[in-house]
């Protein structure tokens, strides 16, 4: 028959099989067919073999059980033969297949096979959606709007029903395009905008870019994207991401993943915590160590130009970054700290922290460096800390071993400074805690009362703690510094070695002067701990008034009160050790020494 109305059709239905298409409105349109039934039947062993050509043009109507939406023409050719019993004589090609509603479209083309065991699709589709008119499609307890328009090109379908049903990923072939223009969808308390975006996707992955990652890869660009989910949110600019992957699904074998990103602009935030970035880019990767490991690796390549950000009232921001950094799992270490392995560099500009914790604000204008587990080297460093500024070189070695406990840290570093505030920067670098020691068993009375003194203010400023187990030497060459615990005039020229040796802090042969005379220093310093510390000087003092002595380092009136009684000029040379509390004053009866 030929352009047979689809009203008259339905017309010719039984009343007795009207409930199969109760519910559904036709409104217009025409079948055609032709075809032929050849063979014989026999009981059902046997069929014939039809095939048939399917054609329609121009239906109209609605189904609202099925569809919340009318069926503005539907236009196909369909070809099908069959038997009705075997797999092997039976397929049905889909030519063309054409649906239209008031302001979505789809078409579909391919063919379907294994009509009686395993229904298996093999085409092509494309889909044009305004998101808002299937909406409705979602179920009553889903609470979402949406709108915009999704433009959808399967250029690639190869899918089964059993595979859909066992959500077998790993057997389908899927692949195409999905773009996106003014979507706008909100679920609960999560909010999706875009302007325009365009996702590919393959799976599998067609062009892995390393080994492992055939299972799946996406490929996003967008000019505009927001997000946010109950307090948290992001906008992105300029999208340009592409994501390859394994099966993250399997449990036995280490997931793999490589994702590429850039973009234009970030904004992101939640509560406390805010950031924006511009020209954000890198590779994140995850893999196993190699084909022989099976250990993890975590590798990141990131740079960006300035980015500024919040953090609970603290700022952060710098101009621009480049940092390289891959961390390898080690299974056969048994502390946390020691199982991951990281080594990369860093180059950063610009850096500036403001810290609630911290009085001074830390500006980096340069710092260049790279690290492995064993070594730390600073290229060059360039830091601003309040007045003081400095520029640091160096090398650090032994990290692992050092916190294995197996070795020492050992570092040298060249440390060059137009002007140092010394008690502010050992403020910053004082360790946390000291390890306890119980007092001399040789020490009674008030000696040992002393030792045990605990100061229980939480708020009270704490001692410089030197670090245990290092052996670490900075070369300094300071034109002007300060540190008024000791010294009341600014120092200049300062000049020579400062080691840090197992809780020690030692000044080997320091020079330095003042407006008064010139100064060499030897000194050692160590912390037992926190309450009871240690200090040994040898210094000397050339040419000097004793009034102007005893006014440039002010302890010496209590150490040696009997120089206020003297007048003139003189060179200075003091010996002297003492131990301290840890507001530095001297434990009494501590403190031998001598001058000459």
């Not at 307090?231 to 793999?256: E, K, N, Q, V, Y």
């Not at 048994?334 to 914790?357: C, Q, T, Y």
């Not at 050992?426 to 000291?434: G, I, K």
């Not at 400023?461 to 300071?478: E, G, R, S, Y």
Request: glycine share 8%.
């Amino acid at each position: 028959f030929t352009s047979w109305p689809l009203t008259d059709i339905v017309a010719l239905i039984p009343a007795s099989f009207s409930e199969y298409i109760q519910g559904i409105e036709i409104e217009g349109g025409t079948l055609s067919s032709e075809g032929t039934v050849k063979g014989v039947m026999k009981d059902s062993t046997q069929m014939p073999v039809i095939d048939i050509r399917l054609m329609a043009q121009g239906v109209a109507g609605a189904y609202p059980e099925l569809l919340p939406v009318k069926l503005k023409s539907l236009d196909g050719n369909i070809h099908a033969v069959t038997d009705l019993m075997n797999d092997e004589t039976s397929v049905v090609e889909i030519e063309s297949l054409t649906a239209h509603t008031p302001r979505s479209s789809v078409k579909i083309a391919g063919n379907v096979g294994k009509l009686f065991s395993d229904m298996h699709f093999r085409g092509t589709a494309t889909a044009d959606v305004d998101l808002a008119e299937f909406a409705p499609l979602l179920p009553d307890t889903v609470k979402a709007e949406m709108k915009g328009r999704a433009r959808l090109s399967l250029t690639q379908a190869d899918v089964s029903m059993a595979q859909i049903e066992a959500m077998a990923l790993e057997k389908m072939k899927v692949a195409g395009t999905l773009e996106l223009a003014g979507m706008d969808a909100v679920y609960d308390t999560i909010t999706l905008r875009t302007g325009t975006a365009k996702i590919g996707f393959s799976m599998p992955n067609a062009n892995p870019r390393v080994r492992n990652l055939g299972f799946a890869g996406i490929d996003i660009k967008a000019d505009d994207i927001f997000a946010s989910m109950g307090g948290m949110s992001a906008s992105l600019t300029d999208t340009d991401l592409f994501l390859h992957t394994s099966d993250i699904r399997d449990t036995a074998t280490l997931p793999a993943m490589r994702c590429e990103f850039g973009f234009g602009h970030i904004n992101a935030g939640m509560e406390g915590i805010s950031a924006n970035v511009d020209n954000p880019s890198g590779i994140v990767l995850l893999a196993q160590t190699s084909r022989r490991s099976a250990a993890p690796r975590f590798g990141v390549t990131f740079k960006s130009d300035t980015l500024s950000a919040v953090y609970e009232g603290d700022n952060y921001s710098y101009d621009k970054i480049n940092l390289r950094a891959n961390v390898t799992y080690n299974e056969k270490e048994e502390e946390l700290f020691l199982k991951f392995l990281p080594r990369g560099s860093i180059d950063l500009v610009n850096a500036k922290v403001n810290m609630k914790a911290i009085s001074d604000p830390i500006e980096v204008p340069t710092v260049k460096m790279d690290f492995n587990p064993f070594d730390f080297n600073i290229e060059h460093t360039n830091v601003n800390i309040g007045k003081s500024d400095f520029s640091l070189q160096g090398r650090l070695s032994n990290i692992m071993p050092y916190f294995k406990g197996d070795s020492i840290l050992r570092g040298e570093f060249n440390f060059d400074s137009r002007f140092t505030d010394i008690g502010a920067l050992m403020a910053l670098t004082s360790a946390d805690t000291a390890e306890e020691e119980a007092p001399d068993a040789g020490k009674t009375g008030k000696g040992a009362a002393e030792d045990k003194q605990v100061d229980g203010a939480e708020d009270k400023p704490q001692p410089f703690l030197v670090p245990k187990n290092t052996d670490i030497t900075l070369h300094a060459n300071i034109d002007k510094a300060v540190m008024m615990q000791f010294f009341a005039d600014t120092l200049s020229s300062l000049k020579g070695d400062i080691q840090v040796i197992d809780s020690k802090l030692i000044m080997d042969g320091l020079r330095f002067s003042s407006p008064l005379t010139a100064m060499q220093l030897t000194a050692i310093y160590r912390s037992v701990r926190p309450d009871h510390l240690y200090a040994y000087l040898d210094f000397h003092l050339l040419h000097i008034e004793v009034q102007d002595l005893l006014s440039a380092i002010p302890p010496l009136q209590e150490f040696m009160p009997m120089l206020g009684s003297f007048r003139g000029k003189g060179e200075f040379h003091l010996a002297a050790e003492a131990y301290m509390r840890d507001d530095y004053s001297i434990k009494t009866p501590t403190l031998p020494g001598a001058v000459s």
